[in-house]
């Protein structure tokens, strides 16, 4: 008699483990080279971003003949808005900018004819003003009832070196700037730009909710070391708020400078707890005694691995690494320092 052979129906738990095994390796190997177009898609956003914000820079300056100031403090105009607040009706935000009164400060109450007030657009999400890569991409919701909210911005702009601003004889006299792009009541040209416009940074990544200690006074005109400004912060005044108000034209808010290279760790204590952050000797329009200089380390960070993007004032976009030597970023961030800049 024939034997009637049984045919096996599936897989046996061997050849099951084996296929599992097989797909888990795939979707390892897979899985970097995905966060790697994802990674690289949010870098080339954010220079579209900045690329954006050069052109109305060059579009300001052609309306203006001049490009906007850091902020206005004493005669200056425009209160204390920041330059990005300025340009707004150049990367379509005029809507947005119709609602704001720059004859009045951003944190001013009132009404204005249509009804709205200055309060109205400080919370507002800015889209040109945000990197995809930030992780902290939320309003700032004030601590106390009834205050006044506000959105972050990653994008400052450059500020010097060092010593930013210098106050004068009398606050309501203004002040003398300092060597970078932007300064408060600032009114540069394309002609201020002796190092050539190529060869100095416009504006830089920063990150939300930086850190940040000011307020202390201290500091001195010779370019600082990083235990420098940890000692300096010391006895300042901590804030885990920095680069979180995009309409605030102060330097802790929408500046940066060339102090550190990008993404240098600069540590802040507050309470025992070490934090990266930044410092400001003395916040513009604040201070006490006249001729005060303001002095400030607030460092350009980026999610993006081993380099911060960068707008450069021609309006063209560069990435640059984090180990850019530092003599070199400072000269970048000099606007008529007559260096000599090669390749970077």
Known sequence: MLRSVRRRSGFTLIELLVVIAIIAVLIALLLPAVQQVREAARRAQCKNNLKQLGLAMHNYLDANSAFPPLCGIGTGTGGKWSPWARLLPFVDGSNVYNKANLNLNYSDHALN??????????????????????????????????????????????????????????????????????????????????????????????????????????????????????????????????????????????????????????????????????????????????????????????FHTGSVNSLLMDGSVRSISQNIDLQLWRSLGTRSGGEVIGEF
């Open 113 to 302: 004819p249509d009804g709205s007030s200055n309060w109205d657009i400080t919370s507002l999400k800015i889209p040109v003003l945000m990197c995809p890569s930030e992780i902290n991409d939320h309003i700032r919701i004030s601590t106390t009832v009834g205050g006044q909210d506000h959105y972050p911005a990653n994008y400052g702009v450059n500020c010097g070196s060092w010593k930013t601003f210098t106050h004068a004889s009398t606050l309501a006299a203004g002040g003398t700037p300092g060597d970078g792009s932007f300064a408060p009541n600032s009114k540069f040209t394309s002609g201020n730009f002796t190092d050539g416009m190529s060869n100095t940074v416009c504006a830089s990544e920063i990150k939300a909710f930086t850190p940040g200690a000011a307020s202390s006074k201290l500091g001195t005109d010779t370019l600082p070391t990083v235990s420098d400004v940890t000692g300096y912060a010391s006895t300042a005044t901590f804030s885990a708020n920095g680069h979180t108000e995009w309409v605030d034209g102060k330097v802790h808010e929408t500046g940066f400078t060339t102090t550190f290279t990008p993404n240098t760790v600069v540590p802040i204590v507050s309470g025992g707890v070490t934090y990266d952050g930044d410092y400001v000797s003395c916040r513009e329009g604040s201070a006490t005694s006249v001729g005060f200089p303001v002095y400030a380390a607030v460092t350009s960070r980026s």
